[in-house]
């Protein structure tokens, strides 16, 4: 079960890219996710963020274009987590390889399969009509 709380920004100026990553990651069931389509927005991310991001995806091409745009890039992500950077042109960043990542970045608790022992022995005491406890 993803972690609900994990914030996540795209960094992408190709519009229909950044809408399908921030797609999958929604059918992963993340959605605290900041799309930034600029560099300015970049920029401007780094003059007010308070609270951190937990990850990135970000175009390498955007990023590394120029010195400048590299600094920054460098700058704002000491306040992030987890970054990844994808090329456009030597791999694409389709649903399998970003359900990938995020297993990674965010690992299945150990305990998310207890939820159904619970379920299935409590099932179990109502098909026999166990008297409850007071």
Known sequence: MPNKQLR????DS????????????NRLGYFRIL????FDDLRALDHELVTPFDVMFAN???????????????????????????DEQKNTMGDDSIRRLMAKIDPASPWECLKDL???????????????RP
């Open 8 to 11: 996540i920004i795209i960094v």
């Open 60 to 86: 390498k091409a955007l990023v590394c274009g120029t010195e400048t745009h590299w600094r920054l890039f460098r700058r704002t992500t000491q306040k992030i987590d987890y970054v990844v950077l994808y």
């Open 118 to 132: 619970i379920w299935i022995k409590f099932k179990e005491n109502t098909r026999h009509n166990c008297p409850t």
């Open 14 to 25: 190709h519009l229909p890219r950044l809408i399908q990553i921030e797609k999958s990651l």
């Open 35 to 38: 799309p930034i389509q600029h």
